[in-house]
């Protein structure tokens, strides 16, 4: 069994940048694919990034394409979420999603596809 670990959270003005986190721990012999979500009340969870490790290549929902990035951090099974250009509407929780298997990438979006979450970390973005 895993667990998954966000860090990083908080409050920052409108217009600013905040750095999240997400680690796996556990039985962490495989190397895990990891996304983010985020999700606001009376909503359903949103997609926000992926980073497929296997391919190097990256993935973003349309709304933050071009201000956020996933990057993976100090090897395996930790990634971050660096988020540039904050707007009060993207306050949320932001969860971290892992799973064992590469997911297709019909299936990145979708919150049902992903195996394991954290229990996310509140970014508020206020003046």
């Known amino acids: 069994q895993i667990q998954v670990m966000e860090s990083g959270g908080g409050n920052v003005q409108p217009g600013g940048s905040m750095r999240l986190s997400c680690r796996i721990s556990?039985?962490?012999?495989?190397?895990?694919?990891m996304a983010w979500f985020r999700q606001t009340p009376g909503k359903e969870r949103e997609f926000v990034g992926y980073?497929?490790?296997?391919?190097?290549?990256?993935y973003y929902g349309d709304s933050v394409k071009g201000r956020f990035t996933v990057s993976t951090v100090n090897g395996v099974n930790e990634v971050s979420l660096q988020m540039n250009s904050l707007d009060s509407s993207e306050t949320a929780v932001y969860y971290c999603?892992?799973?064992?298997?590469?997911?297709?990438?019909?299936?990145?979006?979708?919150?049902?596809?992903?195996?394991?979450w954290g229990q996310g970390t509140q970014v508020t973005v206020s003046s």
């Open positions: 999603a892992a799973r064992m298997n590469r997911i297709v990438r019909s299936g990145i979006r979708t919150a049902g596809k992903w195996e394991y």
């Open positions: 556990g039985q962490t012999s495989s190397r895990y694919f």
């Open positions: 980073r497929d490790w296997s391919q190097g290549r990256a």
